[in-house]
T-cell receptor, first 112, second 114 residues
Framework: KQEVTQIPAALSVPEGENLVLNCSFTDSAIYNLQWFRQDPGKGLTSLLLIQSSQREQTSGRLNASLDKSSGRSTLYIAASQPGDSATYLCAVNQGGSEKLVFGKGTKLTVNP | DAGVIQSPRHEVTEMGQEVTLRCKPISGHNSLFWYRQTMMRGLELLIYFNNNVPIDDSGMPEDRFSAKMPNASFSTLKIQPSEPRDSAVYFC????????????FGQGTRLTVV
């Protein structure tokens, strides 16, 4: 059974700092990995999708990497801003299925 | 497109009552998912449909839960009878054709069963 773990559960940083969020998964037979953002009381917004054949994806100040063989992904946020404060979730799409298995998220607070 | 639309946004009901949650996926998307989010268990997939057909309902907790998708633009998740432990945020999501497409989530329905 696929399990997705995100460490740390919470992170607080000063504005302007570069930071890394971690995601690990137990079964490397994935089709893709997605990073989402969730604001309080809101739904999830997709940030980046990395296909299993890719190593990384970039969007603005966000860069996500994938090491499928070791079961790890990182989300790098450059020059963090207070508006980046949210919970960040990673999810893997298991091979052969459209199901997404989610981690429990990292709650990020960026202090002005 | 207005995105995935869920209703109601909030629902408070008494134990034993029937609850119906509704979802309108993004037009043209052919897969629809129902998730439940709690502090303890995080996001869990309950059921998903592809082209209106239920593909995997292994996450449905028990027979009190049922889901339907009568057409490509509408789905319901029903709980009958509801129990306090069903209190959670229920999300609907949809994706387009192909495996490497992003999932789009609705704003969720916060259900409280008292």
């Amino acid at each position: 059974k696929q399990e997705v773990t995100q460490i740390p559960a919470a992170l607080s940083v000063p504005e302007g700092e570069n930071l890394v969020l971690n995601c690990s998964f137990t079964d490397s037979a994935i089709y893709n990995l997605q990073w989402f953002r969730q604001d309080p009381g809101k739904g999830l917004t997709s940030l980046l999708l990395i296909q299993s054949s890719q190593r990384e994806q970039t969007s603005g100040r966000l860069n996500a990497s994938l090491d499928k063989s070791s079961g790890r992904s990182t989300l790098y946020i450059a020059a963090s801003q207070p508006g980046d404060s949210a919970t960040y979730l990673c999810a893997v799409n298991q091979g052969g299925s459209e199901k997404l298995v989610f981690g429990k998220g990292t709650k990020l607070t960026v202090n002005p | 497109d207005a995105g995935v639309i869920q209703s109601p946004r909030h629902e408070v009901t008494e134990m034993g009552q029937e609850v119906t949650l509704r979802c309108k996926p993004i037009s043209g998307h052919n897969s629809l998912f129902w998730y439940r989010q709690t502090m303890m268990r995080g996001l869990e997939l309950l059921i998903y449909f592809n082209n209106n057909v239920p593909i995997d309902d292994s996450g449905m907790p028990e027979d009190r839960f049922s889901a339907k998708m009568p057409n490509a633009s509408f789905s319901t998740l029903k709980i009958q009878p509801s129990e306090p432990r069903d209190s959670a945020v229920y999300f609907c999501a949809s994706t387009g054709t192909g495996m490497n497409t992003e999932a789009f989530f609705g704003q969720g329905t916060r259900l409280t069963v008292v």
